[in-house]
């Protein structure tokens, strides 16, 4: 059965990935990009030395314009970005009929809650799924022993993440974008461990 | 890295098993019996036929003596069934580093909540994941791919749910098992599709 997983690149889709894979599924997995920078490399290479499908999926400029709008005017990142997640999940429910995430345990922005998570498959008739039931620890242990991680200062060209895009809006408006999204360590999933 | 996995035959912990096993964990499969009757059989096969390790523990019938009472008291199972599976998964945590069940997303008995599950890794130092990600409806379709399922009538000799321990103590009490556990289908693995 075939899923699409929204991929940045990043350790909690990758790990989301590799147990679809492993229970069988036909792994697809999906960055989104909206045209503004072409934020999807990090997860392309990445996607590309695990060995799975990868595919870019364009959409509507206006959904990052309307999320760096919520931005500016909440001066906190948490609602845009939220915004753009739900809004893709109901895009690509219209096109495939199992979706994944890597969200997980301790996640809240991008996050669906139970009931949304109930509307959209029953609106949509699909299946959505995510790593909700696992925690930070779990997911580091597990991603160490699967994945060479590469570990960086965040920046617009190390991940994939909505956030990327966002970033080059909101400079572009000439606002400072440390400010609004703090410095963080990025981890990078670059490919297998040796003996996996 | 080792796992206690909870289990008792079903679809849900037997996912779970296959998830870990795949990524590379040592799993042990674990049955918690209480003494009072032999309800481990149908969870001990289910191992046995795809090929898990599998542990029975014994633990204090006190603590199934004071989920009766609770259930009793409030003729209804819900309390009383959580309660043993938080008290199971205290005791687990001295033992085990990594502890699972096969608890899903619409799941609410028993379950542990958001806090008690960070309180349960905070305090006793060990990883806890479930199946919280996962819906229904994924977990079928994935189990029809990997096992051979049987269907029939919920008894007491066809799971290891702490339900049937239950059932026995409050018939020995006198009390109408029927009225407070409705009956309902019970799906147990007996072991893989042929194909896996």
């Given at each position: 059965m075939k899923v699409a997983i929204l991929y940045s690149g990043g350790k909690d889709s990758s790990l989301m990935a590799v147990i679809l894979d492993r229970l069988g599924y036909d792994v697809e997995l999906v960055t989104i990009n909206f045209g503004k920078y072409d934020s999807t490399i990090p997860a392309r290479t990445s996607a590309k030395n695990l060995g799975f499908k990868h595919k870019v999926i364009k959409l509507d400029q206006q959904i990052l314009e309307d999320a760096v709008e919520m931005i500016i005017k909440d001066n906190f990142p948490n609602n845009g970005i939220n915004y753009i997640h739900h809004t893709v999940l109901e895009i690509l429910s219209d096109e495939y009929k199992v979706i994944a995430d890597g969200t997980r345990r301790e996640d809240r922005i991008p996050k669906l809650k139970f009931n949304e998570i109930q509307s959209l498959e029953d609106r949509k008739n699909i299946q959505y799924l995510n790593l909700t039931g696992i925690g930070y620890k779990t997911i580091n242990d597990t991603s160490d022993q699967l994945f060479e991680i590469q570990k960086a200062e965040s920046d617009i060209n190390n991940s994939s993440d909505y956030?990327?895009?966002?970033?080059?809006?909101?400079?572009?408006?000439?606002?400072?974008?440390?400010?609004?999204?703090?410095?963080?360590?990025?981890s990078r999933v670059i490919g297998w461990k040796k003996n996996e």
């Open positions: 956030e990327m895009e966002i970033r080059v809006m909101l400079e572009e408006l000439g606002y400072d974008t440390n400010e609004i999204f703090p410095q963080h360590i990025q």
